[in-house]
């Protein structure tokens, strides 16, 4: 899968936050726009900026927070940056390496 990190920060936040899309995340993506995995892979690649938005936008969302539906939520981005060595972070508290 995708392992990646996304920072992301809207007008209204004071501080830039970062989500790491799941497998959900993921599934989400693919029902949303018809389309494999592989192509949030590609648009990584070459910068299609729609594709990782919606990866922040729902795993921000799946996590509880509250977002404006996604339409708005574009038009409110300030930076995004996104970090394909997300795989080096971590472990969260009580997961042990597989």
């Known amino acids: 899968m ?3 990190a996304i920072t992301i920060k809207l007008e209204s936040d004071s ?12 599934l989400a993506f693919e029902r949303h726009y018809g389309s494999a995995v592989t192509s949030a892979g590609e648009a990584l690649a070459t910068g299609r900026l ?3 938005a919606f990866l922040a ?3 921000r969302r799946k996590a509880g927070h509250t977002v ?4 708005k939520f574009q038009l409110q981005i300030e ?5 394909t060595s997300a795989g ?3 472990l969260a508290e009580g997961q042990s390496p597989t």
């Open 2 to 4: 995708l392992d990646i």
């Open 15 to 26: 501080e830039p936050w970062t989500v790491y899309p799941t497998t959900g995340t993921l």
């Open 50 to 52: 729609e594709y990782v």
């Open 57 to 59: 936008w729902e795993s």
């Open 68 to 71: 404006p539906p996604f339409d």
């Open 79 to 83: 930076d995004l940056d996104i970090d």
């Open 88 to 90: 080096d972070r971590p």
